[in-house]
């Protein structure tokens, strides 16, 4: 079973990307909705999150908007975050593999928004990336709530540059040009691998 790696800077439209492979019946491991169900209500890393950073869990609720100021401004709360959330989500992945190929699957996609950046593109055989201008992913961005110039900014600073993630990628995967191109894109990429 192959393993492709989809990823994409903030705003070039990879989680609707991934929603087109999953519509064509292609398994995708989404890191961040993992993420987020660790961390929901009860959730199985609430405990550790509440244990390391005092003040951010109330009543098995995670606060985001208090957790995120910490790690945003602090890189070594960061590390710790890492540090929790990693291996749970790589066990994750190592169940939705085990399943998928169980299920007879030829590849799988991981949604995974820092590959490059985790140097998550060595596990992978083959690397889709997603982009779009700068000037649109900018407008994408700065359109969503509670977004600021200097939010963005940060968040690319710790990205690795679009020009790069396209010279590094197997397959790129245009989002400026409407749905209908980026789904004939991702159906030839399917066709492709399904062909290898």
């Known amino acids: 079973m192959k393993i492709v790696g989809l990823t994409g800077s903030i705003g070039m439209g990879k989680s609707e990307t991934a929603r087109m492979f999953s519509r064509l019946g292609v398994p995708v491991f989404d890191a961040d909705a993992e993420v987020h169900k660790l961390q929901a209500r009860d959730g199985a890393a609430i405990p550790l999150i509440a244990a390391a950073f005092p003040g951010v869990v109330s009543d098995g609720v995670l606060d985001r908007g208090k957790l995120g100021a910490l790690v945003f401004a602090d890189p070594e709360a960061k590390k710790r975050l890492e540090a929790i959330m990693h291996p749970m989500v790589a066990e994750a992945r190592i169940s939705f593999f085990a399943e998928a190929e169980q299920a007879?699957?030829?590849?799988?996609?991981?949604?995974?928004?820092?590959?490059?950046?985790?140097?998550?593109?060595?596990?992978?055989?083959?690397?889709?990336?997603?982009?779009?201008?700068?000037?649109?992913?900018?407008?994408?961005?700065?359109?969503?709530?509670?977004?600021?110039?200097?939010?963005?900014?940060?968040?690319?600073?710790?990205?690795?540059?679009?020009?790069?993630?396209?010279?590094?990628?197997?397959?790129?995967?245009?989002?400026?040009?409407?749905?209908?191109?980026?789904?004939?894109?991702?159906?030839?990429?399917?066709?492709?691998?399904?062909?290898?």
């Open 104 to 196: 007879g699957a030829k590849f799988v996609v991981l949604d995974i928004p820092l590959l490059f950046e985790t140097r998550g593109e060595k596990a992978c055989d083959k690397v889709v990336v997603v982009s779009a201008p700068a000037e649109i992913q900018r407008e994408r961005v700065l359109a969503r709530p509670g977004m600021t110039t200097e939010k963005f900014d940060h968040i690319l600073s710790l990205q690795v540059p679009d020009r790069d993630k396209r010279a590094r990628a197997d397959y790129i995967i245009e989002t400026d040009k409407g749905l209908e191109h980026a789904f004939a894109q991702v159906k030839k990429i399917v066709t492709e691998l399904e062909q290898q």
